[in-house]
């Protein structure tokens, strides 16, 4: 299967809980499938790490995000009624970057880690795939 995951940090397996739960998720299901990791970056990312992902995955994309545009993030969508971790994970380069992967790639399954990226794939309900 053709497989999107989306993630708030880039997966290593030296870094935050959640970071490590998507490298072994993403080292488990790159086994028997084709993965495409989109996934935003608070700090540089070293090249071991990253090498290792361009190993697993099929694409690999970063995207830097800083506390400060997390910061104007939440002010900017204060009222939207979403979730402040939502509001503070919101890029829209990722969101138009995931557009373009989506229409080329036509995955299977477009995962968003956590619910802090969940906005991400909620414009692809309506195309018949499974969004996590």
């Not at 993630?7 to 290593?12: E, G, L, N, V």
């Not at 086994?31 to 090249?47: A, F, P, R, T, Y």
């Not at 939502?86 to 956590?114: A, Q, T």
Request: glycine share 4%.
């Amino acid at each position: 299967m053709k497989i999107i995951i989306i993630s708030s940090r880039f997966p290593s397996i030296n870094g935050k809980p959640d970071s490590f739960t998507v490298y072994h998720l993403i080292k488990h299901l790159s086994l028997n499938h084709e993965i495409i990791l989109l996934s935003l970056k608070n700090k540089e990312v070293s090249v071991e790490c990253l090498d290792e992902m361009k190993i697993l995955c099929k694409q690999v994309y970063t995207f830097e995000h800083t506390f400060l545009k997390g910061a104007l993030s939440i002010l900017i969508r204060f009222f939207n009624l979403k979730p402040l971790q939502v509001n503070f994970f919101w890029n829209r380069y990722l969101n138009k970057k995931l557009i373009d992967v989506e229409k080329k790639f036509i995955p299977h399954i477009i995962y968003s880690h956590l619910i802090r990226t969940a906005e991400y794939g909620k414009n692809f309900k309506e195309k018949n795939r499974k969004i996590g």
